[in-house]
């Protein structure tokens, strides 16, 4: 009589391995956050209400700026350009017949270049001597890339800012307990 017969399989492996895709699914998710672009974003809405002067202390003065009727708009620009090396396969004749990278006699890699250009503009309407707005732009769009160029713009200004702690959420609204009084 076999008794291991009705056992069922064991589903260790299997359990192992979805925690191993739900690790490596968290560290690829988590390799995406760019804190710099979370922190341009974040001063849309923190900036708002800075004085003029504390502005201009802190970004320096603006690339660009103009009035029109109560309102005025200044203009920040940051660039960057990177260039990333990698190796391309090639075919042809290698190095022993005068030219390319093969070994020894046909095929290689060839080094080649990705320039990247990141670019921010960052303008900021003030009206009554007062951030109301700042809106980010640029040639090629505004991504995550762009937005951590932009924070570039705004990063001094940053520390005279102060952090925001989230506001601790309670189970209940109500009023807050009476004490009754014992007899």
Not at 113 to 121: L, M, P
Not at 140 to 150: D, H, K, R, T
Request: aromatic share 12%.
């Amino acid at each position: 009589m076999n008794t291991t017969a009705s056992r069922p399989p064991s589903t260790f492996p299997s359990r192992l391995g979805g925690a191993i895709l739900l690790g490596a699914t968290a560290l690829a998710l988590a390799g995406c956050a760019n804190p710099r672009a979370d922190e341009a974003l974040f001063a849309q809405q923190a900036f708002v209400g800075m004085p003029k002067q504390t502005l201009l202390s802190c970004a320096g003065v603006p690339e660009r700026s103009t009035a029109i009727d109560n309102l005025e708009y200044f203009t920040y620009t940051s660039s960057r350009t990177v260039a990333y090396q990698s190796y391309t396969p090639f075919m042809g004749p290698g190095r022993f017949y005068g030219y390319g990278y093969g070994y020894p006699y046909y095929g290689g890699y060839a080094p080649t270049y990705d320039i990247r250009n990141f670019s921010c503009q960052a303008t900021f309407t003030l009206r009554n001597s007062k951030v109301e707005r700042l809106v980010y732009g640029g040639p090629e769009g505004i991504g995550p890339s762009q937005l951590a160029q932009c924070q570039t713009i705004i990063e001094s200004c940053l520390t005279l800012v102060p952090q925001q702690t989230p506001v601790a959420s309670s189970p209940t609204l109500s009023a807050p307990a009476t004490q009754v009084p014992t007899r």
